[in-house]
């Protein structure tokens, strides 16, 4: 029988743990097991102060366990950020594979030549091709809701643009310009390549992958706390995330779930359930789309979740781990401060729904 370790047990644990570090500061067993059980109850903080002297003692040992242990607890501040946040986006081999496709002479035949700053596509143009960058660089952005311009994204030679209006004939929904001195793109039909594409399944996998891959980055770059992440971050976060729908009057999560992450609400209707004096159950007002949910503050599981959250119809959301927005905040800490904020105003707007509901 598995016997539950209960909140009061854990404490005594840590503070056998705390004397034995005191009287063994360089013991490596005891280093990671106090450093685990404190951010078990939340104190990361102080564990990342253990985890630190951890990293310092493991490296008098050997560099290269202390460098692969550095990479394992990125919050004690003891690596090269750029080797974590690896910019590269694998699935960008679909545009080489198409550049391949094509043939030279074809590519030769269509190609357009463009000097820095001219524009490449508006958000508004309307369009159902791939666009190929042959030479130097595109930068694209999206427009947030004050009409601010947000990079998404810088596209390199033999990648491309647009994928998402081959799927789907529609605007195109960037501004792309050249941010290069000079560019030479191509612009490849819809008819050019549907055959080709549709006779090619992992040529179609990585096109899809490459528009799952930009949604994302898109959906996480325009969000109010997330839009001054530098963009790489953005990326990082962007592999991580997992895309969930909720069906109509179902639950996205109660008080006693695992939800180790935060939300954001792209669309749909959810709201906070909450009860009143004599304990029925009431739906708060609606969230809007972009909010976050389950708020956990990056101190562990659970430590947010005051209400449940109920979805009024059919709801999509992306889930963003608490591993890789620790890994973050490491590297951008104005992140913790601001979903700290954020969660202290929604718990607010919560109360203040819950003092209306048990005055009405």
Not at 228 to 241: D, E, I, Q
Not at 348 to 357: A, D, M, P, V
Request: proline share 3%; charged share 25%.
């Amino acid at each position: 029988m598995i016997t539950k370790v209960t909140k009061k047990k854990l404490e005594q644990s840590l503070e056998t743990y705390a004397s034995l570090v005191e009287a063994y500061p360089d013991n490596e067993d005891f280093l990671q097991q106090y450093a685990d059980m404190l951010q078990s109850l939340g104190r990361e903080a102080t564990a990342t102060i253990t985890l630190q002297h951890l990293h310092d003692v493991i490296a008098k040992r050997s560099a290269k366990e202390a460098k692969e242990f550095a990479k394992k607890h990125p919050q004690i501040g003891r690596i090269s950020l750029e080797e974590i946040f690896d910019t590269q986006d694998k699935h960008s081999i679909a545009g080489q594979i198409i550049f391949e496709l094509l043939g030279k002479i074809w590519l030769r035949l269509h190609q357009k030549k463009l000097k820095e700053g001219q524009v490449v596509c508006r958000s508004d143009e309307q369009s159902d091709s791939l666009i190929l960058v042959l030479k130097g660089s595109v930068d694209m952005y999206a427009l947030d809701v004050h009409s601010n311009r947000i990079l998404l994204e810088n596209v390199g030679v033999n990648d491309i643009l647009g994928e998402h209006t081959f799927f789907k004939p529609s605007t195109m929904n960037i501004d792309a310009y050249v941010s290069s001195e000079s560019a030479i793109i191509i612009k490849v039909p819809r008819k050019k390549l549907v055959d080709m594409i549709d006779n090619n399944e992992y040529l179609k996998n990585m096109l899809n992958q490459r528009h799952v891959f930009r949604y994302l980055v898109r959906s996480i770059a325009l969000h109010p706390i997330f839009k001054t992440l530098p963009l790489k971050l953005s990326k990082y976060l962007a592999r991580y995330v997992v895309r969930k729908k909720f069906p109509e009057k179902s639950m996205i999560f109660t008080l006693s779930d695992d939800v180790d992450g935060i939300y954001i609400l792209l669309s749909g209707k959810a709201s906070y359930l909450a009860k009143n004096k004599q304990g029925k159950k009431f739906a708060l007002s609606p969230l809007q789309p972009n909010s976050l949910a389950g708020d956990l503050l990056l101190k562990g599981a659970n430590k947010g979740l005051t209400n449940e959250l109920y979805a009024t119809n059919e709801v999509h959301t992306l889930l963003m781990p608490r591993e890789q927005l620790l890994n973050i905040s490491a590297a951008f800490p104005p992140l913790i401060e601001r979903l700290t904020q954020h969660a202290e105003y929604q718990q607010h707007q919560i109360s203040l729904s819950l003092t209306k509901l048990n005055h009405d």
